[in-house]
């Protein structure tokens, strides 16, 4: 199976040749997987070299010039290194992008810090315009990437690639979608966090409502879904642990609740290894989120 | 329409608490030969994708920019009294999306001459090779590390419609050295003149200049102190 940046590439390889709008523009990262587009339209296919700053202002020029740009690179090289030019070469100008990232949280455990970008969803959040989508599976990327290409008159969005991906795809839903139902709380899990929340309540009596649109959030979905008695609300992302938790106060702000916001932690670990690894460092493997929940619903004896 | 001796009468209804008026004026002669000789731009075909394309990077003491935009017919004069103030849309630095003609929101230096790169590509992209992608640096913001990953660029990949114009009043602590900005972008491949950045006949003669690559002028004025 392809994973999701050969999906990616392959897909928005495909809307070059059927949009004559489209452009990608990147900094050198993945210009392999671009080379056979690059060579079919130069014009619209754009390696700035490693130079970020430029490829996200250069997004920012195409559609000034009225073309559908996706930029890409690894996550803290778009987001944080570039912020500026996001937030002022696109969203300021009115210019949308869709900007497409990989490396997510630490798909690059073994390469460090520098490659890691936990913040990534929280900075583009502040924003205005964006949305966010965080694929779970690479077979959800094609209806994702062109969904964001096709609202870029009216939106920008931001497109989280990871290496990590649950078992199975679901369809591609705007909103929340439940995929099991429960009474005791409603565990939230985004993208990749699917499989991991599933292995972690599978004998629990609750819902768990995937997620691939995180921005906008779906409250409308969660006020129908969170009738526990307690209203309580598990949020499981691959990013900043809370990222999402202003989000979900925000939807249930007329009713008494309680939520859990699970995530990756603020603390540097100085720790190489292994995405797996990783994740049971943030207690985001199934035994960590099992933890978690047990210990959030008093249910300790259930374990 | 207004006449150039009437931009300092214009400028003076822009009371208000500006506080970069040597800047502003130092780029008030380079404003007027582009929007009165080079620029195929008019109040009337704003949206038009074969018009050239002026990018204020330095957005910084925008009167001149403002004058010159009413004395050209694109904002009404009336705009000009309250520059800054809540309810006008021309703020100390200039917005795209509140002022027409106005192709960048500014303010921030460093980001006109990347994103005048991309437009430049994008004008390419869509087959319109008439129209021109005009920047406005200032030889003090061209400090920002963001123009060099441009300049380098723009001029390895030998984009012919982009024409950068440094209106260079030596305000940058450090300079450029033996050579001057134009020894700095003729290395990564521009094409590089300097001219009098008062003379009306120069600025014109090397704004219409057309070459095979990227270019820059280096307009001169005095000093800031």
């Given at each position: 199976?392809?994973?999701?940046?050969?999906?990616?590439?392959?897909?928005?390889s495909a809307l070059l040749d059927e949009d004559p709008l489209a452009a990608v523009v990147l900094a050198e990262i993945s210009a392999d997987l671009f080379a056979k587009a690059a060579a079919r339209?130069?014009?619209?296919?754009?390696?700035?070299?490693?130079?970020?700053?430029?490829?996200?202002?250069?997004?920012g020029g195409l559609?000034?010039?009225?073309?559908?740009?996706?930029?890409?690179?690894?996550?803290?090289?778009?987001?944080?290194?570039?912020?500026?030019?996001?937030?002022?070469?696109?969203?300021?100008?009115?210019?949308?992008?869709?900007?497409v990232s990989i490396g997510a949280s630490y798909d690059a455990a073994s390469s460090g810090r520098t490659h890691q970008a936990p913040e990534d969803v929280a900075l583009m959040d502040t924003v205005p315009g964006f949305s966010v989508v965080v694929p779970g599976h690479p077979d959800e990327v094609p209806e994702l990437l062109r969904s964001a290409v096709g609202a870029l008159d009216s939106r920008s969005t931001y497109v989280r690639l990871s290496s990590?991906?649950?078992?199975?795809?679901?369809?591609?839903?705007?909103?929340?979608?439940?995929?099991?139902?429960?009474?005791?709380?409603?565990?939230?899990?985004?993208?990749?966090?699917?499989?991991?929340?599933?292995?972690?309540?599978?004998?629990?009596?609750?819902?768990?409502?995937?997620?691939?649109?995180?921005?906008?959030?779906?409250?409308?979905?969660?006020?129908?879904l969170a009738s526990s008695p307690e209203s309580a609300v598990v949020l499981v992302e691959?990013?900043?642990?809370?990222?999402?938790?202003?989000?979900?106060?925000?939807?249930?702000?007329?009713?008494?609740?309680?939520?859990?916001?699970?995530?990756?932690?603020?603390?540097?670990?100085?720790?190489?290894?292994?995405?797996?690894?990783?994740?049971?460092?943030?207690?985001?493997d199934a035994t960590g989120i099992r933890r978690s929940v047990l210990s959030f619903l008093d249910m300790e004896r259930a374990s | 329409m207004r006449t150039y001796a009437e931009l300092p009468g214009l400028m003076t209804v822009m009371t208000g608490d500006e506080k970069h008026g040597p800047s502003a004026t130092s780029t008030l002669d380079v404003l007027w030969v582009l929007y009165d000789q080079v620029l195929r731009v008019s109040p009337d075909r704003l949206d038009d994708p074969g018009r050239d394309r002026f990018l204020l990077s330095k957005g910084h003491g925008p009167a001149a920019y403002y004058a010159v935009l009413a004395a050209k017919g694109f904002i009404p004069e009336s705009w000009l009294a309250g520059f800054g103030s809540a309810g006008?849309?021309?703020?100390?630095?200039?917005?795209?999306?509140?002022?027409?003609?106005?192709?960048?929101?500014?303010?921030?230096?460093?980001?006109?001459?990347?994103?005048?790169?991309g437009l430049a590509?994008?004008?390419?992209?869509?087959?319109?090779?008439?129209?021109?992608?005009?920047?406005?640096?200032?030889?003090?913001?061209?400090?920002?590390?963001?123009?060099?990953?441009?300049?380098?660029?723009?001029?390895?990949?030998?984009?012919?419609?982009?024409?950068?114009?440094?209106?260079?009043?030596?305000?940058?602590?450090?300079?450029?050295?033996?050579?001057?900005?134009?020894?700095?972008?003729?290395?990564?491949?521009?094409?590089?003149?300097?001219?009098?950045?008062?003379?009306?006949?120069?600025?014109?003669?090397?704004?219409?200049?057309?070459?095979?690559?990227?270019?820059?002028?280096?307009?001169?004025?005095?000093?800031?102190?």
């Open positions: 199976m392809s994973d999701m940046r050969t999906v990616f590439a392959e897909t928005a339209h130069p014009e619209r296919v754009l390696n700035v070299g490693i130079r970020e700053q430029l490829m996200v202002s250069v997004g559609a000034l010039a009225g073309l559908r740009p996706i930029v890409h690179t690894y996550a803290p090289f778009l987001v944080e290194r570039a912020f500026e030019q996001v937030k002022l070469d696109l969203a300021h100008q009115g210019a949308r992008a869709v900007l990590e991906a649950n078992r199975s795809a679901l369809p591609v839903r705007p909103g929340l979608q439940v995929v099991r139902s429960g009474r005791e709380a409603v565990v939230v899990a985004v993208g990749p966090m699917l499989s991991p929340v599933l292995d972690a309540v599978g004998d629990l009596d609750v819902t768990v409502a995937y997620t691939t649109s995180v921005r906008p959030f779906d409250g409308e979905g969660l006020r129908a691959p990013y900043l642990a809370g990222t999402s938790a202003f989000a979900v106060s925000s939807a249930l702000a007329r009713r008494a609740h309680r939520l859990l916001s699970l995530g990756v932690g603020r603390s540097e670990l100085r720790r190489y290894g292994t995405p797996s690894y990783h994740a049971a460092l943030h207690g985001l | 006008s849309r021309l703020g100390y630095h200039p917005d795209r999306n509140l002022v027409p003609g106005v192709e960048i929101a500014s303010g921030s230096l460093g980001h006109g001459l990347p994103i005048g790169v590509h994008g004008l390419i992209a869509r087959g319109l090779v008439t129209p021109r992608v005009f920047v406005l640096v200032g030889d003090a913001e061209l400090d920002e590390g963001s123009n060099n990953e441009a300049i380098v660029y723009a001029g390895a990949v030998g984009l012919p419609n982009l024409v950068v114009i440094a209106v260079d009043n030596r305000s940058s602590s450090y300079g450029w050295g033996p050579g001057g900005i134009e020894a700095h972008f003729s290395v990564s491949g521009w094409s590089a003149a300097r001219v009098p950045g008062r003379d009306h006949a120069a600025l014109s003669s090397a704004l219409s200049a057309s070459g095979s690559g990227p270019q820059l002028v280096v307009a001169s004025v005095e000093g800031k102190s």
